[in-house]
């Protein structure tokens, strides 16, 4: 099955700065990579995706970037701020009917002020 | 649309007692699963379900059963509880095919 690693688990920057965070899977059969950002105590929500075809998508601060032939993804997120402080998950999985994603462990990413 | 909602927020049980985590969805999704999550081990995946009477088991489904009568429902069933089943439980849901999900609240599970 599928395996996502991801890094690095903790993540401390200044408001202001870039954070990335970066992850890596096994299936080559994997083909959308979504993110997930999880506030303390709530649900998950995803924040951005991508799929195979595409190798970069923005959406305002935040970016992914994909690289299918190294199997590896990663998160950009830039002019960060106090509000993007929480525990980021990526995930990969293929798209059909029984399509089961496949999370990576967390980042816990701290702006500080 | 109240999306997907589990019930109850909080449980402690003892080892050995059984109970239900429900789960309900009214978006009309093909798609829900059940994760646990732990410290440092992210999100995994119990068992899913790709339509009513149809499921599967996903990365850690021993010691829970699933069922899913209705389009809407997809119950998870805890049938002797254990202390490694101490957890945060997440059911998620999505239109078939399109793994853009949608998680409940969750339900945070002590065992005792």
């Known amino acids: 099955g599928e395996n996502v690693e991801q890094h690095p688990s903790t993540l401390s920057v200044q408001e202001g700065d870039s954070a990335v965070i970066k992850c890596t899977y096994s299936?080559?059969?994997?083909?959308?990579f979504p993110w997930y950002k999880q506030e303390l105590g709530k649900r998950p929500q995803l924040i951005i995706d991508?799929?195979?075809?595409?190798g970069e998508k923005k959406d305002q601060r935040i970016a992914v970037t994909l690289n299918k032939t190294a199997k590896h993804f990663s998160l950009h997120i830039t002019e960060t701020q106090p509000e993007d402080s929480a525990v980021y998950f990526c995930a990969a999985s293929t798209t059909g009917t029984a399509s089961k994603l496949t999370f990576g462990t967390g980042t816990r990413l701290q702006v500080t002020l | 649309n109240a999306g997907v909602t589990q019930t109850p927020k909080f449980q402690v049980l003892k080892t050995g007692q059984s109970m239900t985590l429900q789960c309900a969805q009214d978006m009309n999704h093909e798609y829900m699963s059940w994760y646990r999550q732990d410290p440092g081990m992210g999100l995994r995946l119990i068992h899913y379900?790709?339509?009513?009477?149809?499921?599967d088991q996903g990365e850690v489904p021993n010691g829970y059963n699933v069922s899913r009568s209705t389009t809407e429902d997809f119950p998870l069933r805890l049938l002797s509880a254990a202390p490694s089943q101490t957890s945060v439980y997440f059911c998620a849901s999505s239109y078939s095919g399109v793994p853009g999900y949608t998680f409940g609240s969750g339900t945070r599970l002590t065992v005792v």
């Open positions: 991508i799929r195979s075809n595409v």
């Open positions: 299936d080559s059969a994997s083909n959308y």
């Open positions: 379900s790709v339509g009513a009477g149809i499921t």
